[in-house]
Structures are given as C-alpha cells and as structure tokens.
C-alpha cells in the first residue's frame, strides 16, 4: 500500500529550497520580477512554517531575482509539480475558513488561481442556486454583462478563472447577494475583485509600456553587453541570445535611435 504524500512536507521542501538563495539581500530584484505582487505573499515562499502553495510564478519570479539559473528554476518547478500533486491527493480537504464577516471565507488569504475557483464554488455552493438560477439571476441583475451557462460551467466545474471583470462582478454580487444582506455585500465583492486581479497577474506574463526616451547607442550596447556577460557567467540560457541582440544593433546602428 503506498502512502499518500503529505502536501504539507511537499510545500515546505519548496520553501527550504528557496531559502537556500540570497533572497534578503535580493529582494529588491525579486519584487521587480513580480510587479505588483504584494511583499507579504513574496517573502511567503520562503517562509518555512507557510503551508501555502503559490503559483509557480512566484516562485520562479523569486529563483530569476536571485540570479538563479535555468537549472534552478528546473528544479523549483519540478517541486513546485510535486507539491500540487500531494495537495491535489489530500483525501481530507482542509476546512473552510469562515472567520471573514458573516462566516465567509478570508478572501485577503487568495494566493493562487486554484484558491480564487476554490472560493467561487464555495459561494456558488452556499448560494443555494442552480447552474440555471445563477445564469437567470445574473441576467435580471445586469442584461448587459450575463453569465452564460457554458462559462458558468467553466469557472465552476474546470478552474477557468474569469477574464471579464464586469462579469465576474455580477457574478459575485449575484451569490453573495444570496448569502448575506445586502448592505454587507459591497466589501466582499471589493475584496475578491482585488484576489482576481491579482492572480491573473501572477498567471501571465506582464508587458510594461515606458515613455520613450533619448537612448545613447554606445551606452546602451555597453549595457547590453553586460547585462550579456552577466547572464554567461551564471549559466542563464535565457539570455544568451543577447549576443546576437548587439551584433545585430552594431552592425544595423543606423536603424538605432
């Protein structure tokens, strides 16, 4: 008979592989790896007695900020899978945590795209409604941003987190609107608003947009090829076609502005 893996040993085997990195003396690199990440979530992945697992974008935002190699993140990730897993074959859920206002769940304790579908069907399940209930009742609060059955069935039963907020926040107002009074509705839905953006942020990659500057040529490619160096010297493959990045500026520099 083979022994279910504890999730809870899985979880803290990844946060003790983290803290073998320079993660104090980095921080300030490993929050510019994950731009609006809140620190208390951050210094959580290496936080030993944190039981919580984060997405793997954490983790890896953490091993990048720390000058961590494509190895390193290979093997962060393969614990990270390790630990999903043990999690995923818990027999026992662990139980709700109802001390929020009106016994709902703490929705400030979402860390993971898997907590915010965690928590929608719990609402959806103390709601009382059926698949067909919800979608009416979405549509007579708002006719212009309904709930299809389809997508209900998505977020519900598959774990597809919401793309639309205005969906998404009929949605909640909907199953929480069944729950609780309606004076006690705004703050929550504020609050699982603010859980959803923030794992949509840690699921994709972010594009950040600057104002165009005045860049100098020869400073840039000195730059560059540091930036090159640095990545050689720790074995970072991500970053090695930079070689071809400056060749290609030096020998088109006309084009270079």
């Known amino acids: 008979m083979t022994d279910t893996p504890d999730p809870v040993a899985a979880i803290r085997r990844l946060h003790h592989q983290l803290r073998g990195f320079a993660v104090n003396s980095n921080l300030w690199r490993i929050q510019r790896e994950l731009p609006g990440v809140p620190d208390h979530i951050i210094t959580s992945a290496w936080d030993p007695d944190s039981t919580v697992l984060l997405d793997p974008k954490v983790y890896v935002g953490v091993v990048r900020g720390c000058y961590g190699t494509q190895q390193d993140i290979d093997l962060v990730l393969r614990l990270h ?13 662990p139980p709700p945590d109802t001390s929020g206002p009106s016994g709902l769940p703490r929705f400030d304790r979402i860390r993971s795209r898997a907590d915010f579908s965690a928590v929608l069907k719990q609402l959806y399940e103390r709601a009382g409604m059926s698949l067909r209930q919800v979608v009416q009742a979405t549509m007579d609060f708002d006719s212009s941003h309904p709930t299809r059955k389809s997508t209900l069935s998505d977020w519900l039963q598959r774990g597809v987190i919401p793309q639309h907020e205005p969906e998404l926040r009929v949605l909640l107002e909907v199953l929480l609107c069944s729950i609780v009074e309606p004076s006690e509705v705004a703050h929550p839905v504020e609050e699982l608003m603010q859980a959803w953006a923030l794992v949509r942020r840690l699921g994709h990659s972010q594009v950040i947009i600057r104002p165009a500057v005045q860049i100098d040529q020869a400073k840039f490619l000195a730059w560059l090829s540091r930036r090159y160096q640095e990545a050689y010297e720790q074995g970072d493959i991500n970053h090695h076609g930079l070689a071809e990045v400056i060749q290609k500026i030096t020998d088109n520099d006309r084009d270079f502005a």
């Open 81 to 93: 899978h390790q630990a999903e897993a043990a999690v995923q074959l818990a027999a026992v859920p």
